[in-house]
């Protein structure tokens, strides 16, 4: 079904793209031929996946340092990328979440998610299309959601915010800009562990349950399942997909929870919730 070469020539910028599901997605468009740009906070993390796509597969991937909530850097960075070439393809990856009760949270907290991914992904989206606008070249730009942005996400209020803001700019854009030739898409996995979600979605304690009992398939998903599906939607075989998003979860979210485990949160004591911010803390 997916054709050697069917990425070729199609240059990609994936935000956080050096661990998890941004990775996975990488060596997925690579090993089918796109050229790639991965950005993220910690550039050895960056080198470190590019490094392994160039030794394993020969693709030609290129890292920059960036952190999405900086407008300006973001500007330099597009700046960078298009004197080497523009794009084709941008993808909102990167993300900051947690789980915490919302009305303990501090403006810093709420301000840092909101910023990754819905600031984030805003100032990637426009900083692209403008060039793109402006050089008359078709795009496409596919943003990592998660369920919570369909459903909501109790304990996950930030990043169920946010992530709903980019699927509006999703349909928003998708209409202003398909005239153009800029596609817009987007995806909503259900649960696929990496260490990122886990270490920071996971209750701390022994009270969590096997995650895929959750979930009508019985499983949680595959990385190469998702990378797959958003392989074929950046390609052209996706040409009149626009303004849609994909949800890939195993029928999770026709349980109706929009987030696993909500229902055990709401049981916690404030004694646990404490024992879960200290946990956090001690990470970060
Ligand atoms: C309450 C918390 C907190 C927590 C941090 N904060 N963790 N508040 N509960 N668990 C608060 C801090 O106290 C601080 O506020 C503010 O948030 C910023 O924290 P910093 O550590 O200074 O920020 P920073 O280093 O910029 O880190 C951003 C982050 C962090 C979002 C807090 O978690 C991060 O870097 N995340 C990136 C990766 C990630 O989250 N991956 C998971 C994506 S998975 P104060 O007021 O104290 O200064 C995903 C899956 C969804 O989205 C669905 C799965 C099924
Ligand atoms: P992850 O490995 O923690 O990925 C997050 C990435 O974002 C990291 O590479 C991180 O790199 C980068 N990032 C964070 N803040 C950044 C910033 N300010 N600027 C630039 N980059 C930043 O988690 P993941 O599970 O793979 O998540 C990837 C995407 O899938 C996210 O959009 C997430 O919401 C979505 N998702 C995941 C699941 C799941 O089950 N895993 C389910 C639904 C949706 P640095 O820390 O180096 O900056």
């Not at 793209?17 to 996975?24: D, E, P």
């Not at 008359?136 to 109790?154: E, F």
């Not at 998702?226 to 939607?233: R, V």
């Amino acid at each position: 079904m997916f054709q050697a070469g069917l990425l070729a020539n199609k240059k990609i910028l994936i935000t956080g793209g050096g661990t998890g599901l941004g990775a996975a997605m990488g060596r997925r468009f690579a090993e089918l031929g796109a050229e790639l740009v991965i950005c993220g906070r910690r550039g050895a993390v960056l080198e470190e996946t590019a490094g392994k796509w160039r030794a394993e597969l020969g693709a030609k991937v290129a890292t920059i340092v960036c952190d999405v909530r900086d407008a300006s850097a973001v500007e330099s960075m597009m700046d960078a990328i298009w004197r080497d070439g523009p794009l084709d393809v941008l993808v909102n990856n990167a993300a900051g979440n947690f789980i915490a009760q919302s009305h303990k949270l501090s403006p810093r907290a709420l301000d840092s998610v909101l910023g990754i991914v819905l600031h984030g992904s805003g100032y990637c989206t426009f900083a692209c299309g403008r060039r793109w606008i402006e050089a008359g070249r078709k795009a496409t730009v596919l943003s990592i959601l998660t369920l919570s942005a369909l459903q909501g996400g109790a304990f996950r209020t930030p990043s169920a915010m946010a992530k709903a803001g980019v699927l509006a700019m999703t349909r928003s854009l998708a209409v202003e800009w398909g005239p153009k030739g800029i596609r817009c898409v987007a995806v909503a996995p259900g649960p696929f562990p990496t260490p990122g979600a886990s270490q920071r979605l996971t209750p701390a304690g022994g009270r969590q349950r096997p995650i895929g009992a959750e979930i009508p398939l019985g499983r949680v998903g595959e990385h190469i399942e998702l990378a797959n599906l958003c392989s074929y939607l950046v390609s052209d075989q996706a040409a009149y997909i626009n303004g849609d998003c994909i949800i890939i979860d195993g029928g999770k979210h026709l349980l109706g929870d929009g987030g696993s485990s909500t229902d055990m949160l709401l049981g916690w004591s404030d004694a646990e919730w404490d024992q879960m911010r200290r946990q956090a803390a001690g990470r970060t």
